[in-house]
């Protein structure tokens, strides 16, 4: 008998004759990592060349909000393509870039006033911190040339963003080319003390930044946070007490703010933007993944009139903020983004997810009893837990025995696509998803678990 004949086998080839991706040792495809050829998106859903079809439980690494192939946003791209696919930004302007500044000023916490667009969420990081250190250098303070991040922090991997960034697996091997953080413990209410509510484990990891800036906000251009949730960092979670206090902080020793919205941004925590659950306006807020719904590169740094004032003076005194990207405002990525927020307009969309996350939570509920399941958490639409070995002692499986990938696998064999992040399991669905789909994603987890821990 002959072989059926795979599409996907074929494709798979061609690809690994020349394509190298990103996160991925590639010795390990395809023997131990399958490789899948997708040919098209539906809603929720990826289709394989063979006709398989996955749920897309991690939104396509976080970007994807509404759908892939979205109608209203495909027509949008369509429609700019045809009309103008580029024109720098510099001299030029056009309807979609600054048409989205205005809905983006509009829709963000108040007094982010001025908007700055680059390609990739790691861009808009370092466009935020050269801002920062150029703008106290222009107050007349270029003693301040450090930052302050937090322990568990992801923010990129471009050099600049790495650098503030402290999760070892993407960092250390570049630590000789990085400039070194103050870093500052992470809020991460898994760290809490025996008895310590997330309110306490955020107040003590203040104090412990307080201590920090006695010391260095002389020499501090800003702080920069992955607000309520550190994504790449395992899903960790924190008080949104810890934002509030942390701008007061900010105010107190005059340093800036840098809130990383990149991942949580556009309504992943439960509101438009995590800030706005502690009820504060970083002095830089960077968005991209979710900003053009998940269709097309884009990201933006937003900030105050004050830091944009301190930019401005003649030629001459060279001020300016001189940092630039070709594709800056691209017109079909602004247009993807304003199709995006238009549904976010139109539907009543953090409505609906604040239904489907209960009853998320509630499935999820289940498996607390799980022997090796521990850390069940969820801020808003984003719930994780970790595979461990001992459930009592928390003891992690050995990092050597890869229960993750086992998970990942199972799961995609299935027909689910969720990738752990290590042994921590998530779930962060596109928000098309309905009840029956929901169902579906924990039922296959709680199969992929049990085969994975086996
Ligand atoms: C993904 C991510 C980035 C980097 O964005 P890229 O588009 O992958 O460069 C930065 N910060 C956070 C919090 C992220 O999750």
């Known amino acids: 008998m002959t072989p059926h004949p795979s599409r996907n086998t074929d494709l798979a080839a061609r690809d690994l004759a020349h394509v190298w991706h990103p996160c991925t040792q590639m010795r390990e495809h395809p023997s131990q990592l399958p490789l899948i050829p997708i040919v098209r998106g539906e809603g929720a859903w990826l289709i394989d060349a063979d006709g398989k079809r996955y749920l897309d439980g991690i939104s396509s690494w976080w970007s994807n909000l ?9 027509a949008a791209i369509a429609a700019q393509a045809a009309r103008l696919n580029h024109v720098m930004l510099a001299g030029f302007t056009h309807e979609p870039a600054l048409q989205l500044a205005e809905e983006l000023t509009r829709i963000a916490p108040p007094g982010l006033t ?3 667009y680059a390609g990739d969420g790691a861009s808009a990081v370092e466009i935020a911190l050269k801002m920062s250190f150029h703008y106290w250098h222009n107050a007349g303070q270029p003693r301040r040339t450090r930052f302050i991040a937090l322990a568990n922090a992801y923010h990129g991997e471009t050099l600049g963003a790495l650098a503030v960034s402290d999760l070892p697996l993407y960092r250390a091997v570049y630590g000789p080319l990085l400039f070194d953080p103050i870093v500052a413990p992470s809020p991460d209410w898994l760290d809490a003390e025996p008895g310590e509510t997330h309110d306490e484990v955020a107040r003590r990891r203040l104090g412990d930044l307080r201590a920090l800036l006695e010391r ?10 992955e607000p309520l949730v550190q994504c790449s960092g395992g899903m960790r979670m924190h008080a949104p007490a810890y934002l509030s206090g942390l701008r007061k902080l900010c105010d107190e020793f005059d340093v800036h703010l840098i809130a990383d919205e990149i991942a949580v941004g556009f309504g992943r925590t439960g509101t438009l933007f995590a800030c706005e659950q502690a009820a504060i306006t970083p002095d830089f807020l960077c968005l991209s993944k979710g900003l053009t719904g998940g269709a097309l590169p884009l990201s933006a740094v937003l900030t105050t009139d004050k830091v944009y004032a301190a930019f401005l003076g003649d030629y001459a005194a060279n001020n300016a903020f001189l940092h630039s990207h070709t594709f800056s405002g691209n017109p079909i990525a602004c247009a993807a983004a304003l199709a995006a927020l238009a549904i976010f307009r139109d539907e009543p969309v ?6 489907l996350a209960a009853q998320l939570a509630r499935r999820l509920a289940a498996l607390r009893e799980h022997p090796h399941i521990a850390n069940l958490r969820q801020t808003g639409w984003i719930a994780a837990f970790d595979l461990v070995r001992d459930k009592a002692a928390r003891t992690p499986w050995p990092g050597a025995e890869r229960r993750g990938l086992r998970f990942y696998r199972h799961a995609l064999e299935r027909g689910v696509l969720l990738r752990p992040l290590g042994d921590t399991v998530y779930f962060l669905p596109p928000y098309c998803v309905d009840a029956g789909d929901l169902d579906l994603m924990v039922d296959v987890a709680l199969e992929a678990v049990d085969a994975a821990t086996a």
Do not use: D, S
């Open 66 to 74: 509404f759908g892939h192939a979205n109608p209203r946003i495909a």
């Open 216 to 225: 260095h906000a002389q020499t501090t251009c800003a702080v920069i946070v």
């Open 114 to 116: 001025r908007v700055a």
């Open 350 to 355: 953090l409505e609906r997810n604040r239904v």
